[in-house]
T-cell receptor, first 113, second 116 residues
Framework: GNSVTQMEGPVTLSEEAFLTINCTYT??????LFWYVQYPGEGLQLLLK?????DKGSNKGFEATYRKETTSFHLEKGSVQVSDSAVYFC????????????FGTGTLLAVQP | EPEVTQTPSHQVTQMGQEVILRCVPI?????FYWYRQILGQKVEFLVS????????KSEIFDDQFSVERPDGSNFTLKIRSTKLEDSAMYFC??????????????FGPGTRLTVT
């Protein structure tokens, strides 16, 4: 079946460090891929998305490229800030007969000053 | 900016009791969803709702669960007889009509349900 696998957290970084959070997926066909972020005490917010192979989603300095050959959608940021501390969720959406999002387990990022 | 709201933020209930979790989706949205996240586990899809009926549900969404859009603005999730394993964060989401490959769901802040 369709699934998403994320790297285990927590990820602890110093401010201005480079961030990578790995995400791989299993799916038939061509899903859309998303990264959601959950700041403490808040709901899930869409961070970025990509709808087809080789698309790059970007927002707030974060980027992720839809790699069909490796079935991956890794999240990267060149220089993290304390305010980026949150839980990050990778998700896929199939569309068509189903409207549900399939999420990974989430990765907690803690950025220290 | 429009947002999805949920009430209450935290609900504590005793096993066997009924609970109703409430959500107000974004006003022009037509698709509505409930997801849940048991502590430390994945966010899991429960149910989707469109045109006043369930369009899809997961195996988690058994006869103890029901959803309703009672008045055109609220969207509720009822658990008829709660179990300890229903303790989780419950997220409501909504999306615009149309869908397609660039489909986006907007999430509320969640209701933490604790069953004792």
């Amino acid at each position: 079946g369709n699934s998403v696998t994320q790297m285990e957290g927590p990820v602890t970084l110093s401010e201005e460090a480079f961030l990578t959070i790995n995400c791989t997926y299993t799916a038939t066909g061509y899903p859309s891929l998303f990264w959601y972020v959950q700041y403490p005490g808040e709901g899930l917010q869409l961070l970025l998305k990509a709808t087809k192979a080789d698309d790059k989603g970007s927002n707030k300095g974060f980027e992720a490229t839809y790699r069909k050959e490796t079935t991956s959608f890794h999240l990267e940021k060149g220089s993290v800030q304390v305010s980026d501390s949150a839980v990050y969720f990778c998700a896929l959406y199939y569309g068509g007969a189903t409207n549900k999002l399939i999420f990974g387990t989430g990765t907690l990022l803690a950025v220290q000053p | 900016e429009p947002e999805v709201t949920q009430t209450p933020s935290h609900q504590v209930t005793q096993m066997g009791q009924e609970v109703i979790l409430r959500c107000v989706p974004i006003s022009n949205h037509l698709y509505f969803y409930w997801y849940r996240q048991i502590l430390g586990q994945k966010v899991e899809f429960l149910v989707s709702f469109y045109n006043n009926e369930i369009s899809e549900k997961s195996e988690i969404f058994d006869d103890q669960f029901s959803v309703e859009r009672p008045d055109g603005s609220n969207f509720t999730l009822k658990i008829r007889s709660t179990k300890l394993e229903d303790s989780a964060m419950y997220f409501c989401a909504s999306s615009e009509p149309g869908g397609g490959s660039s489909y986006e769901q907007y999430f509320g802040p969640g209701t933490r349900l604790t069953v004792t």
